[in-house]
């Protein structure tokens, strides 16, 4: 079974500074990846995604993510992080053959200080 | 494109009373998934529906909820009997198809007492 692992519960950064959310994932063949972002009491907004092609995409809100199949991994980077990105972070993985139900990790909450 | 609606966006019951949610996908979508967060925890697959077919069921997913979409369009999640346990945000996305992102509602939070 697919399995999503975020290793960062918290992180705190201060306004400005860079930002790098990390996203491990185990599954056998190509997933679909996806970054979602939630505020508190609200549903998920989609961040970016990965298909194919491209192992770096670019998403809304000036934020990133490269696809490294040899680690398992699609971080989440933005270069220059505002206080409204505060929020909880989540990395999803799906695969065509599950019908593209997704598998989320457990999330990463990021505090900005100003 | 209004996005995913969800209704209520709160509910607060009793043990034992049963609870029905409804989901109104982007207008397009023939792909519907119902999700379910718990405090501290990622959302978790329950269902999802093609157009009015229900494909794939999670074991999470007890006898005590059921899942419809009759004419393919809205979608309603009842349980129940409630549980404690059932205390959770029930999330609702929608895809155009397969191979395609889903985009999320604002979730009905729902409380058992």
């Known amino acids: 079974a697919q399995s999503v692992t975020q290793p960062d519960i918290h992180i705190t950064v201060s306004e400005g500074a860079s930002l790098e959310l990390r996203c491990n994932y185990s599954?056998?063949?190509?997933?679909?990846l996806f970054w979602y972002v939630q505020s508190p009491g609200q549903g998920l907004q989609l961040l970016l995604k990965?298909?194919?092609?491209?192992?770096l995409v670019q998403g809304i809100k000036g934020f990133e993510a490269e696809f490294k199949r040899s680690q398992s991994s699609f971080n989440l980077r933005k270069p220059s992080v505002h206080w409204s990105d505060a929020a909880e972070y989540f990395c999803a993985v799906g695969f065509t053959g599950g019908g593209n139900k997704l598998t989320f990790g457990t999330g990463t909450q990021l505090k900005v200080e100003l | 494109d209004t996005g995913v609606s969800q209704d209520p966006r709160h509910k607060i019951t009793k043990r034992g009373q049963n609870v029905t949610f409804r989901c109104d996908p982007i207008s397009e979508h023939n792909r519907l998934y119902w999700y379910r967060q718990t405090l501290g925890q990622g959302p978790e697959f329950l269902t999802y529906f093609q157009n009015e077919a229900q494909l794939e069921k999670s074991r999470l997913l007890s006898d005590r909820f059921s899942a419809e979409r009759p004419k393919g369009s809205f979608s309603t999640l009842e349980i129940q009997r409630t549980e404690q346990g059932d205390s959770a945000m029930y999330l609702c996305a929608s895809s155009l198809a397969i191979g395609y992102e889903q985009y999320f509602g604002p979730g009905t939070r729902l409380t058992v007492t």
């Open positions: 990965y298909f194919s092609g491209d192992t």
């Open positions: 599954y056998g063949a190509t997933p679909y």
